[in-house]
């Protein structure tokens, strides 16, 4: 499995299929292996434009499918902020019914018969932790499925389930500005021999140091959906470790962007990251950080910074 992975939630939305085939031959020509869909991306748009690329321009012998169950439609609700009725929100649903449903139909889309990673997508309190842990169990005993994940979950959900379930990774945002894992998931991860998949890295595009000097107009801060997310954490102290991610990055001779995500990626029990790019010109600045590695000082001095 690839350090880095590619993360595909913007397909279907921000990346049309072709768009999406140039990427993934890229990273997989860059030595790439992870690839992460799920069916709550864009209504399954994601995982329908994969499907379509595998063999097609990728042999599936070349890739690490990762993909997850447990997250239903429920169409027709606006939310406090005023979200559209025709958007869809998610509700939770880990029942063995719904989790194997929703396997057999990512199998059927991606053309595969087995997910190499496959995960309960978020804590389910209305579903006996017999059932989930059955169902992870048979999932992977049938053949469909490698080995079993989690995300999303809380540092006791995580033990919890990774008690009575054979839990092999777990998806969790963990980034420099988003360290609180470290308190309390990490070290329920180490104890249970679970490993991390970093995801939010960039702690949306903050990290890229693209919020330096304003707000681009073709960004995430633009974006009114996500606007407030984003600039309520360009603080004095994102503002800090951007600047000392600048630094580092121009004695390297690389970008911000590849400096964050090598310091995530080097992080104890993270055995892999995802990252999702709009265009392979994102997609090439990711991938500068597959190879790069951060001397101790710098990396050092990182974690120093990024300290609340």
Known sequence: MSRIGLATHT??????????????????????????????????????????????????????????????????????????????????????????RQLDHTLAELG??????????????????????????????????????????NAWQLATLASAAPITAASVPYSLLGRSPERDIVPAAAHHGVGLIATTALAGGILTGKYRDGVPADSRGADEATAAEIRDRLDEHATRVVDALVTAADGLGTSPLAVALAWIRDRPTVASLVVGARDIGQLTGILAAETLELPRAIAAALDDVSRN
Not at 59 to 76: F, I, K, Q, T, Y
Not at 121 to 136: G, K, M, N, V
């Open 11 to 100: 397909w279907g939305k921000e990346t049309d299929p072709d768009e999406a085939s140039v990427q993934l031959v890229a990273f997989v020509e860059a030595g790439g292996t992870l690839v992460d869909t799920s069916p709550a991306y864009h209504g399954g748009g994601s995982q329908r434009i994969l499907g379509g690329l595998i063999d097609e321009l990728v042999p599936r012998g070349d890739l690490v499918l990762s993909g997850c169950a447990g997250l239903v439609p429920v169409p027709g609700v606006i939310d406090p902020a005023g979200t559209p009725a025709n958007e869809v929100h998610w509700a939770v649903d880990a029942s063995r019914r719904t989790l194997m």
């Open 112 to 153: 595969t018969d087995y997910l190499d990673l496959w995960s309960v997508a978020a804590w389910d309190p209305h579903t006996p932790l017999e059932e989930i842990a059955t169902t992870l169990e048979y999932a992977v005993r049938s053949g469909r499925v490698r080995y079993a994940g989690a995300r999303g979950l």
